[in-house]
């Protein structure tokens, strides 16, 4: 049974032509991070929304852990999803200990247990209780507005999360730690979460699997790794760079080309690169006359190794198959 599943849903809005959702299919499994990646007006945010029924679908079933959502009283199903939207939605007059209590006092939680909550998921997000609780959302920058709301929506510690662009009124050097947050909470969490974003280097980066859509339609739901390698229509090989390889290595993390190591240890002497960096890092230390690099995690271990020729296997069967479809055409 899937954590999330869509069976032939659409949306219409009165006064439309044309669905927003057109008979959408597909399934989340348990602690995925799907990101829903399309440009504006394709349906993303839609989509996410009727998954806690913000709007309500004209046609098809969404379930949740198996259940039917609409047989399920609405109340109740947002108790079990974690929702966070662009620029927080904190409530301006509450402190920043009294938005992350909002969940925890309308559930009846006693006092000690909340406050208990709200230190721990400020600590998560990487905010000093002491100096943060008793803050209003004025006080912080917008960065720091956003780690609130964040914990906020995991205060009940809901096996679901949506989050709608979330990061997208933050400046890049911002938004880039917020993801790298993000991804390490969700290695601590196992969270089922459903991401929106138009930015594609953020839907790679976060993605367990990405949905993409257009029109109201899924033209593409897979891994990072195989939409960049293998796009599956013209419209998903723009959206990643069509045929610029230099914008693609942008793309691909090292760890999908790695060997890896089959126990972790301490850094090495030698050259070593973050396992949080994308395939272009890589190459620009190889052309500095690096061989062979050691890829190691935030905690400072080695879990893989790295040289040029993996990074060539990658592109081998791609350039295998071109050549195979040009003699075709010659």
Known sequence: MSAIEFRNVSKSYPG??????????????????????????????????????????SEGHI???GKDTMAVPVNELRRTIGYVIQQSGL???????QNIAVVPDMLGWDKERTSARIDKLLELVHLD???YRKRYPREMSGGQQQRVGLARALAADPPFMLMDEPFGAIDAITRTKLQDELTSIQKQLHKTILFVTHDVEE???????????????????????????????????????????????????VTAVMDKLSAPY???????VSDKSDLKTVLTMMLR????????????????IVSLPHIQKLWSPI??????????ID
């Open 16 to 57: 439309t032509s044309e669905p927003a959702i057109r008979n959408v299919s597909f399934k989340v499994e348990s602690g995925e991070f799907i990101v829903l990646l399309g440009s504006s007006g394709c349906g993303k945010t839609t989509l996410l929304k009727m998954v806690n029924r913000l709007y309500e679908q």
């Open 319 to 328: 350039a295998a198959k071109e050549e195979v479809k040009q003699g075709a």
């Open 266 to 272: 301490r850094k090495p002497p030698n050259a070593s």
């Open 91 to 97: 409530f301006p007059h509450m402190s920043v200990e």
């Open 289 to 304: 006359g690096e061989e062979t690099l050691h890829v190691v995690n935030e905690e400072g271990y080695a879990t893989g």
């Open 63 to 65: 379930l949740i852990d």
């Open 203 to 253: 839907a790679i980066r976060l993605a367990d699997k990405i949905i993409i859509l257009r029109d109201g339609e899924i033209v593409q739901y897979d891994t990072p790794l195989e939409i960049i390698l293998h796009p599956k229509a013209d419209f998903v090989r723009q959206l990643i760079g069509g045929d610029d390889i230099f914008r693609q290595i942008s793309l691909i993390n």
């Open 129 to 131: 209780p002491k100096v």
